[in-house]
């Protein structure tokens, strides 16, 4: 097949969650190259390593964003989409460390101090790293002194903040709030099942959205 045709072939393992061809998932492709070996077969026969995530992989975990946040598609779809991505991109890891492929950015994501409910933020942190994108998870509980010692060591970094409680909603505030002060330059997206695009204005966030395919699209519009 030509260049355009393995590429489309890549992007399409992704949105499908065909991770390999000993994948028994999804059972009408049960036999079929996946995601692992057409990224390997891409870069034997020449094709560029960024063209290999920029119009392999990177399209295909977008197609399943867009499908999640129109109730398409579901988590475990997204989590095969997801694992697919992983197996192309490990075969890119060599051209990241060298600086041939460069991502678009970096993105630190964390659950907020006192909530420890990871679910949405796994989601979006793999919606985002399908979307060209370096995530730092730092995980659940996550105090503001956490975020800012990680906005530190990644200068230029954007920050994500979940959480799932309304009683966690005020650590939410207190995080934004001392995030902005010492670092005031910092891009805060928030989200989680009781924010609102009220409180965001209210807390003084840059951004929300009620679906991880609404943060790739501004991360992409302002990067």
Not at 54 to 78: D, S, T
Not at 172 to 194: S, W
Not at 204 to 220: F, I
Request: aromatic share 6%.
């Amino acid at each position: 097949m030509n260049p355009e045709e393995l590429l489309a072939k890549i992007a399409k393992c992704v949105e499908r969650g065909k991770v390999n061809k000993t994948s028994p998932y999804p059972p009408d492709l049960k036999g079929e190259d996946g995601a692992d070996e057409l990224s390997a077969q891409a870069l034997v026969e020449g094709i560029a390593a960024d063209q290999v995530l920029g119009q392999g992989l990177v399209p295909g975990m977008q197609i399943v964003g867009v499908k999640f946040r129109e109730n398409k598609v579901f988590v475990p779809e997204v989590l095969m989409a997801a694992k697919a991505m992983s197996a192309g991109m490990k075969h890119l890891k060599p051209y990241f460390q060298s600086g041939e492929v460069k991502r678009k950015g970096i993105f630190i994501i964390g659950t907020v101090m006192g909530d420890l409910h990871d679910i949405g933020k796994n989601l979006l942190g793999m919606i985002v790293e399908g979307a060209g994108w370096q995530v730092i998870d730092l995980g659940i509980d996550v105090p503001a002194a956490k975020f800012i010692a990680a906005i530190d060591e990644n200068p230029g970094a954007y920050v994500g903040l979940s959480c799932l409680l309304t009683t966690t909603m005020l650590n939410m505030e207190k995080i934004v709030t001392e995030i902005k002060a010492i670092r005031p330059d910092t891009k805060v997206l928030i989200g989680g099942a009781p924010v609102t695009e009220d409180f965001r204005q209210k807390i003084g966030a840059d951004w929300y959205s009620q679906d991880p395919q609404g943060a790739v699209d501004y991360l992409n519009k302002i990067a």
